[in-house]
């Protein structure tokens, strides 16, 4: 006797077929691979051969080490290095963002040209071609030190190969990247109704209340969204130190972002465990931070509902 299956039950399996390629993917591809990083961390495993279990070892050696397990103080470097250049570079580059965004909502010719060419560094700038022409800018005999020697014969330093101004330069260069914030509040500007500043004109607002009282207001929602995405994008900045540092996060370490240092240490010391670790850590970090934002969010963010 043949079944005959409701059409409810027709439904869902078709959206199963549907979805089938995307589960295989998400359990191979994503899921396994994270259950097994999991359980990596909690061991050695140098490639080739077999993990062995050592529990907590390579979490207390990030953290300061004890008797039985040496402390790894680039770990802490690393960190700090990256939080250097989170904390500096995404609020710079949203400040910029945001001010271009509203030149670019001015009513003037040629704008959509002129968003489109703001855009293109976002496109671009995470390339190895452009971490490489970044290094030559800011060579010690770069484009950078020959404008400032012919224009203001100031003598420039080596940016790069020095510790005090290497990291600067990655930071640059990140906020040089602002074309997808911009996009953002360019859109959430445009969500803002004109009455609000005719309102303010009238009872004879300046453009300083006008942002203040209106813009920041209206925008808080798509500031926190931004905030929150790059904040988690710089976390993970990786190929432009790979890149300008030569893969060794110097001089000085002044430039081994957490990213870089994981890379290294899984793939260039064959310390796949601890690697493993790391990555679990700026998991949770990431996780902790961006809650932690959400928790505060709810004083500073205001929906078109008034809540």
Do not use: C, H
Not at 87 to 98: C, G, N, Y
Not at 112 to 126: N, Q
Not at 197 to 212: N, T
């Amino acid at each position: 006797m043949r079944m005959q299956l409701s059409r409810s039950a027709r439904d869902n399996l078709t959206a199963y077929t549907f979805l089938a390629p995307w589960l295989l993917g998400f359990l191979v591809l994503t899921l396994y691979p994270m259950i097994y990083s999991l359980y990596l961390s909690f061991t050695e495993f140098n490639i080739l051969q077999p993990p062995q279990w050592i529990g907590a070892d390579n979490y207390i050696a990030m953290f300061g080490g004890n008797d039985e397990v040496r402390a790894d103080p680039r770990f802490m470097n690393s960190l700090w290095v990256t939080f250097r250049f989170v904390f500096i570079s995404v609020p710079v580059k949203l400040m910029f963002a945001l001010a271009v965004a509203m030149l670019m909502n001015q009513k003037l010719r040629l704008i959509p040209v002129y968003r489109t060419l703001y855009y293109i560094p976002t496109l671009l700038g995470g390339s190895v071609s452009i971490a490489v022409l970044w290094r030559r800018l800011f060579a010690g005999d770069g484009v950078i030190n020959q404008i400032l020697d012919l224009s203001f014969g100031i003598q420039g330093p080596a940016w790069i190969s020095n510790p005090k101004y290497a990291l600067s330069t990655l930071i640059i260069l990140a906020v040089w990247q602002f074309g997808s914030p911009m996009i953002i509040f360019l859109a959430g500007l445009k969500q803002i109704p004109d009455e609000y500043y005719e309102s303010a004109r009238v009872d004879g607002a300046g453009p300083v209340r006008q942002f203040l009282s209106i813009t920041l207001p209206g925008l808080s929602p798509i500031i926190f969204f931004n905030l929150v995405m790059q904040m988690i994008t710089a976390f993970q900045s990786f190929t432009q130190a790979y890149v300008i540092s030569g893969g060794q996060g110097g001089p000085l370490d002044s430039t081994m972002f957490y990213s870089l240092y994981l890379y290294l240490k899984g793939f260039g010391f064959a310390e796949m465990g601890y690697a493993s670790a790391m990555a679990w850590f700026l998991l949770i970090m990431i996780a902790v931070l961006t809650a932690i934002l959400f928790r505060f969010s709810g004083s500073l963010v205001t929906y078109g509902s008034g809540e």
